[in-house]
């Protein structure tokens, strides 16, 4: 059996200053994936969040897309440059990715 592993990508649907990302950065973030690893999957429902930061409150709505593929470093490597590729994008500070292992039954 082949070990997999999740990656998810939390991105926002709302710029920082307010304004909502276009559509179409968020299509071409998923067709990257997509055409990268020859499957995503992306959840189209608002996910919504809120955290603290300098004494200061933010909330986000966001989006997630993930993609489910053999655990190699290759892959990591990716997502670890595909990160800094997403934080100019959407003019973040960051980008939450996260992974884990998953097993397929």
Known sequence: MSSLRRFEIL???LFNDGTPVPEELLVSTFLELREHFGAASWE???????????GAT?????????????????HR?????????????????????????????
């Open 11 to 13: 991105v926002p649907l």
């Open 44 to 54: 189209t429902q608002t996910v919504r969040g809120i955290w603290e930061h300098e």
């Open 58 to 74: 933010y909330r986000d709505n966001l989006t997630r897309f993930f993609v489910d593929v053999p655990d190699l470093p290759e």
């Open 77 to 105: 490597a990716f997502f670890i440059h595909f990160k800094e590729v997403l934080k100019q994008r959407f003019k973040q500070a960051d980008i939450w990715i996260t992974s884990h292992t998953i097993e397929v039954i």
